[in-house]
């Protein structure tokens, strides 16, 4: 089997992508399926092939279109009956320096010839764009421009006027500059991969000519793997956790044997700096939300000492959950994931021990496990495998550890109460039920792409369908937002309910499980039953789909004192209540005040 | 040698196609092996020159009739 990530062997992935397609498709995980469009500007068939190796290892059984040979630009500016048919849930535009060649300006070009070529290219491909996003209402993925395999100026051609070097990367400025304005729109970093691959590498004239590739065969799965972080984190399938291991993982040496002032941590030697390169590295990660633990055999007083060194750069604080204990990583890590109620899915396990590796692999096969052989490619090995790539930033990533850090506050004040209610009360809960509005779209669509456990239909929305669901009128959206003593939870539950006559369907329900247990649920409930009141509205419909996930709101209609009106042999179940008489249920929120 | 590169070959077949009941011989053509069209034949190329530590020409590429002209081609590079 190959391995799971970076490091991969490119020649692997292309000459047995059938086996492993194969294999993976019989191993029995439960994978959502996406439809992706390949709208190509030279030959697809193996981008798509590695592509889709790469998806199914991350839980998504992709259905692929495929233009025709370099007919992306007529495939998105005309109408496509095929395409629309599709239904794609992605559409990722394979263009290359192949296809602006033809082009780029002459040496002997005026500087206004020049502008206007940048201006006519990037014209082209922006009404493309604007076409794609108001048609097909789906992220759109867009290559930008490997730099030119030759120089006809030599240096001269980074900055002269004319030169191909400055027109590929004042292009790349201006397609990134309409990726920042736009939502839905991506670019895949072309000119990175194949930086990282190397030019002389990537560009491949036999392959060119012969069959069309903009680049060499065996560098196409990393172009591919590009693509794949972005698709999976559209679709919710971003870890979230690094847990990490300490001796030889954080610093050198072992704390337990050589004391906090034997370990190698700081820039007294080159393994030192080099494990405070990897703090500082981890340390921008948790700046940007992603949360680090601890699973390391240790006593906790030691790793604590440890993590206190004064060269250090990542300190006890900055971890959610710290488990330095003699319990073998794979029980410590499934603790963990329990504390935090997240999915041990949502976890990347570093720990330079491959014994360790190996254990936690075998007994918890859905956390992401790479290997950390040496500590100068630790950065490289975790960063290649883009397990935390950033399609979407919402203000609440930035928050998230605070927010993590005050359930464990939350949980410890709990154990003072021995009256749950009074405990919420405590909690001097306030929240923020209101139809959806701009500012929260984005979160919104996050939201359904991620959650997983309280998720009644676990239908995920692109962000501009949210926003056309909000705006239609045949629909009634709430989204809630939650705040208590110990802080601000941010949006935490959607509702989206079809209005049909008297009836109003209930097509999503999620609530993110850092509010569990704190009656908002009900909250939303009350207000969904207010909104329907308004409305004229007697009756709600409610859907069940159970998934792998989803059995904690197995019986969530019940609770509400729905009745249950139908079940297949699949569990599907639908449920009706009759808002007559409707009495309010949550008593310790108090809502939009 | 000649044995070596047909046994080689033929695993490097199986890979690609991922069949393992292919048997190739020197008379083998790309009508025989029902997968094999222009797009794997790209695939296949690469896999044999990884394999044998050999590149072939463009014009090799175009114009290789059997399995028998791509062994030749090996044996005497390899």
């Given amino acids: 089997m190959a391995s799971a990530g970076y490091p991969f062997d490119p020649a692997e992935i292309t000459e047995k992508r059938k086996r492993i397609k194969r294999e993976l498709l019989a191993d029995g995980t439960k994978r959502i399926k996406k439809n992706i469009a390949v709208l190509g500007g030279s030959t697809t068939n193996d981008i798509v092939s590695a592509l889709e190796v790469f998806l199914l290892r991350e839980g998504i059984e992709p259905a692929f279109y495929q233009s025709e040979y370099n007919r992306f630009w007529q495939d998105a500016m005309f109408e496509n009956a095929e395409l629309r048919e599709f239904k794609p849930d992605v559409i990722f535009i394979h263009t290359s320096y192949r296809n602006i060649a033809a082009f780029l300006p002459a040496a002997s070009a005026s500087k206004e010839d020049c502008e206007s070529a940048l201006n006519e290219r990037f014209d082209y491909y922006r009404r493309m764009w604007d076409r794609l996003l108001s048609e097909y209402a789906c992220p759109v993925v867009q290559n930008n421009f490997e730099l030119p395999p030759y120089r006809i100026m030599g240096n001269r051609d980074c900055f002269d006027n004319a030169g191909s070097v400055r027109f590929i990367n004042t292009l790349n400025g201006m397609f990134a500059d309409y990726a920042r304005e736009h939502q839905g729109f991506y670019i895949n970093d072309i000119n990175y991969v194949s930086s990282c691959v190397g030019l ?52 050198g040496g072992v704390v337990g044997d050589d004391g906090v002032e034997g370990i190698e941590i700081g820039e007294e030697t080159g393994t030192a700096e080099c494990f405070k390169g990897f703090q500082t590295y981890l340390k921008k990660q948790k700046d940007i939300g992603i949360m680090l633990t601890v699973a390391s055999k240790n006593d906790h007083e030691n790793a604590v000492a440890g993590l206190n060194h004064p060269e250090g750069v990542l300190r006890p604080d900055d971890f959610i959950v710290i488990k330095a ?57 975790v960063d290649k495998n883009g397990y ?144 329907c009141a308004k409305r004229g509205i007697t009756e709600l419909v409610g859907h069940y789909y159970p998934t792998a996930k989803n059995g904690m709101v197995k019986e969530l209609y019940s609770d509400f004192g729905f009745t249950k009106t139908s079940e297949d042999e699949n569990g599907n179940t639908e449920w009706r209540l009759k808002l007559e008489g409707y009495k309010n249920r949550n008593d310790v929120i108090k809502i939009n005040q | ?64 009739k059997n399995v028998g002209e791509m062994m030749d081609i090996i044996a005497e590079r390899g």
Wanted: aromatic share 10%.
């Fill in chain 1, 200 to 251: 002389d590498r990537w560009h491949d004239e036999k392959a060119w000519c012969m069959y069309k590739y903009c680049c060499a065969v065996d560098v196409i799965p990393y172009l591919s793997f590009n693509v794949s972080r972005i698709i999976k984190s559209l679709f919710g399938r971003n870890k979230k956790v690094l847990a990490l291991d300490l001796d030889n993982t954080l610093w």
């Fill in chain 2, 1 to 64: 040698m000649a044995d070596n590169i047909n046994e080689r070959l033929n695993e490097v077949f199986r890979n690609v196609f991922d069949d393992d009941s292919i048997n190739v011989t020197r008379e083998t053509t790309a009508d025989d092996i029902e997968d094999w069209d222009s797009l794997e034949h790209i695939r296949l190329i690469g896999a044999v020159e990884r394999e044998f530590g050999v590149r072939f020409t463009m014009k090799e590429v175009s114009t290789m």
């Fill in chain 1, 325 to 381: 204990n003699w319990e073998t990583k794979d029980r410590n890590l499934a603790a963990t994931a329990k504390e935090m109620d997240l999915g041990i899915d949502s976890f990347v396990f570093l720990d330079d021990n491959p014994t360790e590796r190996a254990l936690v692999s075998r007994s918890l096969p859905a956390v992401s496990v790479p290997p950390m052989d040496s500590p100068d490619e630790y950065i490289r090995t």
């Fill in chain 1, 388 to 531: 935390f790539e950033v399609t979407n930033f919402s203000a609440d990533d930035l928050k998230r550890n605070d927010m993590y850090k005050a359930n464990v506050k939350r949980a410890e004040q709990m154990t003072e109460f021995t009256d749950y209610h009074e405990y919420l009360l405590s909690l001097d809960m306030r929240a923020e039920i209101l139809p959806f509005s701009p500012v929260y779209m984005q979160r919104i669509s996050q939201l359904t792409n991620k959650s997983n456990q309280f998720n009644l239909t676990t239908r995920r929305y692109t962000q501009p369908e949210i926003e056309s669901v909000a705006a239609d009128g045949n629909h009634i959206t709430l989204y809630g937002k939650l705040e208590d003593t110990f802080g601000d939870n941010g949006v935490v539950s959607v509702v989206i309910g079809a209005v049909d006559g008297a009836v109003c369907d209930i097509e999503l329900w999620l609530m993110s499980c850092r509010v569990l247990k704190k009656n908002m649920e009900y909250a939303m409930l009350d207000t969904l039953a207010g909104e």
